[in-house]
Nanobody, 120 residues
Framework: QVQLVESGGGLVQAGSSLRLSCAAS????????IGWFRQAPGKQRELVAV????????TYADSVKGRFTISRDNAKSTVYLQMNSLKPEDTAVYYC?????????????WGQGTQVTVSS
């Protein structure tokens, strides 16, 4: 099992920055990919940015490329999402996700979410 706890959300004005943190605990050694998804009201949950355990390869949604940066601190089992130049359309609940791939099966773990609200 993996437990994920997010922090760092809040209410900011457009153009501002925020940094989200996700602290992982439990069986973190076998996580293959970890990162961030978001869900705005009335919309499906979507990938924001994820980073692989091997090689640290980052993948971003087109809508956040050049504005958001994902990083990780393996010693602290924590992944970060630095969000710059925030826009009102970035308003959503942001969820941390950890994925394990074991024996051909995929297992997803989710945090409780943190609200990000960007005012215009």
């Amino acid at each position: 099992q993996v437990q994920l706890v997010e922090s760092g959300g809040g209410l900011v004005q457009a153009g501002s920055s925020l940094r989200l943190s996700c602290a992982a605990s439990g069986s973190t050694f076998s996580i293959n990919v970890i990162g961030w998804f978001r869900q705005a009201p009335g919309k499906q949950r979507e990938l924001v940015a994820v980073i692989s355990n091997q090689g640290g390869i980052a993948t971003y949604a087109d809508s956040v490329k050049g504005r958001f940066t994902i990083s990780r601190d393996n010693a602290k089992s924590t992944v970060y999402l630095q969000m710059n130049s925030l826009k009102p359309e970035d308003t959503a609940v942001y969820y941390c996700n950890a994925k394990k791939i074991l024996g051909g099966a995929s297992y997803d773990y989710w945090g409780q979410g943190t609200q990000v609200t960007v005012s215009s």
